[in-house]
């Protein structure tokens, strides 16, 4: 599915739920990702304490998008709404962190342990791992607020 279809559906979900007229798209090709920007100061709420706001947000665009084009032909963009680029910003200052702790996994050839996080961030991690490490892998270990991810060195 072209990004174009991706973009009129969350236009009109943004006008219809009353959150936004407009929104500044942008694509990022590389990561597949699909950004929509707004700067409203009255949804800045959304992206303080722990970003839960505009996850809401982004979850429930994710199901408007699956009811619009139906489950089975979910695409494979990514589409994150955020405000004020916050959400941006926190997913490249994980993928950062990723970088860095997996290059200490390559350096000391062993096991590393990232502090526990939540899945979507978790997530987020294993992507860029896998995507551009082919010498590590990543599993996620532990339960509940203790689970946390494990960047081992496969050679």
Known sequence: MS?????????????DSGLTKTCDFSYDEKLNILWCNIDSDHL?????RSSEGMHALNYLL???????????????????????????KRIDSLRNMAHMMAERA???KSSIDVDPMSPY???IIHEYVSTNMPDLKTES?????????VIRYIG
């Open 141 to 149: 270990v532990g339960e509940g607020r203790d689970r946390h991810i």
């Open 106 to 108: 390559r350096y000391f």
């Open 3 to 15: 990004y174009q279809k991706l973009q009129t559906i969350t236009e009109g979900f943004l006008r």
């Open 44 to 48: 800045r709420g959304l992206s303080y």
């Open 62 to 88: 994710r199901k408007v998008i699956e009811k619009s084009i139906g489950e089975e032909n979910a695409p494979t963009t990514s589409v994150i709404v955020d405000i004020f680029n916050t959400e941006k």
């Open 121 to 123: 961030d978790r997530r």
